[in-house]
């Protein structure tokens, strides 16, 4: 059995070989979708982010025969730990050759990083956490995955688990289609037309005049909304500053809805174009020419991925949710949106995948969290 080496990211030929590792590994694919390159380098800690403005990581790198194999990041999330009251690591990013023996060395390596810094137990994946994106794809490898959704092949499951890790929580992604509007219960519209009335509810788009408040206002209620869900932990200042600028170059009004009962906003949804197809077209490169790609050709997107749904907490039992997806629909449509995805849907949300059910949804794809204990690592 040839030997493994397992070496911490350190130089900038280390962070090229780690970057370049995907393009190798999934050459051919062709549902892999590449990433943002610059995004990822921030995401990975190789480039600044508001994320770890108050947290920490290590990259590692595999190597066999003088090749790099596998990556992976070690990740200490202060801001869980706080909240949560644990001592718990994450990992992300990880990528292997369908080989047991170099993602044992890459998680023993990860696993080390974390125990040395006080950590007792590991989930993952997070890349770098709850809040971008997350999990291992464990059904539904027949399509490419929507706009800042996962992708891996299926060996991973059986490495992670090989490793000794257990599921922790599996997330859905739900897919629809404007031929499905017409099976849609009539009650369904009912009640939203009755919950309107009902409380007065005034329902708009976000508005293009105050871009940039409605933006930060929607992150405010995300961050408020999700006070109860599994695993979640706020977004900093910082990272909601970050990604308020990004998300005004991404989102089309259309797909945005806020609620407001006596002029105060209570809930918010956000529907995001699904820009894969063209992020693979321009290989993950917004410069020096990937964005005027994208500004041209985002008009053709006839896929958008709804992220979120986010009611007040005081809201969130009188189907508000509904409301804000009713109120997308007609502008949706009218911009040739024909499919959409709603992702991802923890499979501990009763309430959220109930409604996406009754609506006659199914999951298309199911993605995986993992735990193990750092004890005999």
């Not at 985002?298 to 958008?304: A, G, L, N, Q």
């Amino acid at each position: 059995m040839n030997s493994v080496e397992v070496t911490p990211v350190e130089s900038r030929k280390d962070r090229k070989e780690f970057m370049e590792l995907i393009w190798r590994l999934y050459k051919g694919d062709r549902y892999w979708i590449p990433p943002i390159r610059m995004n990822q380098e921030e995401l990975v800690g190789f480039r600044k982010h508001p994320f770890y403005e108050n947290n920490r990581c290590q990259a590692f790198l595999a190597r066999k025969d003088g090749q790099v194999v596998g990556r992976i990041v070690g990740i200490i999330n202060h801001g869980h730990n706080k909240r949560f009251e644990e001592k718990r690591g994450f990992f992300g990013f990880f990528e292997s050759i369908d080989d047991q023996q170099v993602a044992n060395v890459l998680f023993n390596a990860a696993g080390r990083y974390l125990k040395s810094q006080g950590m007792t137990d590991v989930r993952g994946p997070c890349n770098p956490s709850l809040n971008y994106e997350t999990g291992t794809l464990v059904d539904g490898f027949d399509s490419s995955p929507t706009f800042m959704m996962t992708y891996n092949p299926p060996y991973h499951d059986r490495l992670i688990r090989g490793f000794g890790f257990e599921k922790t929580q599996d997330m859905y992604a739900y897919n629809g289609n404007v031929e499905m509007l017409n099976t849609i219960d009539p009650k369904i519209n009912r009640t939203v037309e009755m919950v309107k009335e009902r409380f007065k509810l005034k329902v708009r788009q976000v508005s293009r005049k105050n871009f940039s408040k409605e933006i930060l206002l929607f992150l405010k209620i995300y961050n408020e909304s999700l006070q109860g869900t599994w695993g979640f932990v706020p977004l900093s200042d910082g990272e909601v500053k970050a990604l308020g600028m990004s998300m005004k170059l991404l989102i089309n009004p259309a797909a945005t809805s806020v609620i407001e009962v006596d002029g105060e906003a209570v809930a918010v949804g956000l529907g995001l174009p699904d820009y894969n197809p063209i992020i693979k077209k321009i290989d993950g490169k917004l410069f020096p020419f990937g964005w005027i790609r994208i500004l041209l050709d985002r008009k053709k997107i006839t896929k958008m991925r709804i992220i979120s749904a986010n009611v007040s907490l005081e809201w969130q039992r009188w189907g508000l949710g509904l409301v804000l997806l009713n109120r997308m629909l007609p502008d949706v449509l009218a911009i040739g949106i024909t499919d959409a995805e709603f992702s991802w849907v923890l499979e501990s949300n009763d309430l959220s995948r109930g409604s996406l059910e009754r609506a006659g949804l199914v999951p298309a794809k199911t993605y995986r969290l993992y735990d193990r204990t750092l004890s005999d690592i």
